[in-house]
């Protein structure tokens, strides 16, 4: 349904994968977006059930989806489905502002992200491993067996 060669859609694509533990899906016919151990954050919509428009639905908080659509009803729209969960609709066909778009993207990466991801990338975790990067084995020595009491003999 989406066309690999549409340079909005690969320009999105690039602002996607470069995030942290993110992968590329087909579902609906469209690409979406999603985090590993997390959920799905952005998806395409290219002339989706006759939009009429190329563009991308990225989850947000209700609060963000009001002020984005309220400010510019031309660029920024209540996508279906999924639009009463506070996604915003961003066109992708109409005066593309990339960093503004690069910013919602990666706060709704963090909002899919699981506990663990979003800690590291907010900072709040110290000493932790880098988004990719294998955990540390787990020790897999016995703990040492419980002395017994004596027993008292009466």
Known sequence: M???TNAALQRLRDICLALPETFEKEAWGECTFRVTGGS?????????HGSKHVAVWIKAPLDVQEMLVSADAKRFFVPP?????????VRLDYKVDWDELGDIVKDAHAMSAPKRLRALLSGEVTGARSPGAPRAARATSKPTARTKRPRTIR
Not at 81 to 89: D, E, L
Request: hydrophobic share 35%.
């Open 2 to 4: 989406y066309d690999d």
């Open 40 to 48: 799905m954050f952005a998806m395409t919509d290219n002339d989706h």
């Open 81 to 89: 489905y999924v639009g009463s969960k506070g996604w915003i609709g």
